[in-house]
């Protein structure tokens, strides 16, 4: 059996031919599997978003966690010493990581509930208004 893959690279524009050949030893009915590679090359550009996409969601998650601790602190007395680890498995539960934290904010930081829920669903709004934008130039482009 012969395993041949094909890519284009994005950069530099040119074809690699990779093969593999596997043997079989009396495996019965049993195929090998084939090896799972990444050969798609992303440009400079794509890979600085991923990067700064990343950073900013573990940026937020961070704020979303002290938001818990704040809650947890304000609400039930504990020292951040407890509170930490306790935020971390309530901050993983969706409702109830949310409400602690939205408490926490509005308490603890003295923020509007409005201000409180831009910091647990304002991703979420976001995400919603760029998928609607791109359905929206989609259909818009399709126009002939």
């Known amino acids: 059996m012969k395993y041949e893959e094909y890519s284009m690279g994005f950069l530099n524009k040119q074809r690699t031919t990779r093969s593999i050949t596997f043997h079989f030893t009396g495996s019965a009915g049993k195929l090998p599997r084939l090896p799972v ?3 798609v090359r992303c440009s400079t550009k794509e890979n ?3 990067a700064l996409v990343f950073i900013a969601y573990m ?13 947890l602190e304000d ?7 407890i509170a930490a680890p306790l935020a971390f498995f309530i901050a993983y539960m969706p409702l109830v990581g949310t409400i602690v934290g939205m408490f926490g904010a509005v308490t603890a930081w ?3 509930w409005l201000q409180a829920g831009g910091l647990f ?4 709004v976001v995400i ?7 359905g929206v130039l989609e259909k818009f482009s399709n126009r002939s």
Do not use: C, E, K, R
Request: a neutral charge.
């Open 37 to 39: 590679t990444s050969s």
């Open 48 to 50: 600085t978003m991923q």
């Open 59 to 71: 940026i937020l998650g961070l704020f979303q966690l002290a938001a818990v601790m704040a809650g």
């Open 75 to 81: 609400w039930i007395g504990l020292h951040w010493l």
């Open 110 to 112: 003295h923020w509007s």
């Open 121 to 124: 669903f304002g991703p979420f």
């Open 128 to 134: 919603v208004v760029i998928a609607m934008g791109a």
